[in-house]
């Protein structure tokens, strides 16, 4: 394993969202793929859509809410209580599966005076990188593993290829060119000596997951399209 080589790659982490990006179809919880939507100058507009072959869901982002976890909106730790002034009502933070388990208001209690006050929430997405989501719909990758206690995850094919690349090599290159190349900025559990094999074993793992997949989103495409196949 030391004696492979990574060239340094310049490519930043969005940009392997393209072509597409594997996710959990929320409706049969099989593979789903995401298609990021382009403008003419190659920027993402933010639009996406969604579609899956076993299921036969698709989606387009613009024409449906965010679908993954949130977070409470305008949250803050501490509230005034109206009843007597002090700033004494709290609530611990904490993340909602979605838009739609978020209460309206929560009912909150005041451990000064005991009245009970209802505060107004609204919802924000959670962070694609951390919740390991894709940024469009908020859905839950297809491709993660857990390696000691920490996710490691890709969009695609493509990222889990330069993923594979970059932490088993024993002499990794650098790029001067790019301002947030994804190979400069994995973290340190991902690529000390101490994790490098069961980080490389996940990427393996993660990879023949995805070629199953693959062939069964064929198969099942397949067998929609002109029936099943007689023995």
């Known amino acids: 394993m030391s004696a492979l080589r990574h060239s340094g790659d310049a490519r930043g982490l969005l940009s392997f969202m393209l072509p597409d ?29 969604l579609a899956c072959a076993h299921c036969g869901l698709s989606r387009a982002n613009h024409e449906h809410r965010w679908l993954g976890p949130v977070w409470p909106q305008n949250y803050t730790t501490r509230w005034r209580c109206g009843a007597c002034g002090g700033y004494h009502i709290s609530f611990p933070r904490r993340q909602y599966a979605s838009i739609a ?26 962070s694609f990188a951390r919740g390991a989501l894709d940024p469009f ?15 490691l995850w890709a969009f695609n094919k493509a990222h889990l290829d330069i993923l594979r690349s970059y932490v088993s090599a024993g002499l990794r290159e650098k790029r001067t060119e ?4 994804l190979d400069q900025r994995l973290p340190g559990w991902m690529i000390g000596s101490g994790s490098r094999g069961a980080a490389v074993k996940a990427l393996d793992d993660l990879e023949r997951r995805l070629a199953r997949s693959s062939r069964n989103e064929v198969r099942q495409s397949h067998t929609r399209a002109f029936g099943a196949q007689k023995p």
Do not use: H, Y
């Open 21 to 49: 990006i594997a996710v959990c179809c929320p409706r049969c919880d099989g593979m789903a793929l995401v298609w990021p939507e382009q403008d003419e100058r190659d920027r993402f507009t933010g639009r996406a859509k």
């Open 101 to 126: 388990k978020v209460p309206r208001v929560f009912g909150a209690r005041c451990s000064g005076c005991g009245s009970e006050t209802g505060l107004p929430l609204g919802a924000s997405p959670v």
């Open 137 to 151: 719909f908020g859905l839950k990758l297809f491709l993660v593993a857990n390696v000691r206690g920490n996710d």
């Open 178 to 181: 790019g301002s947030r190349p």
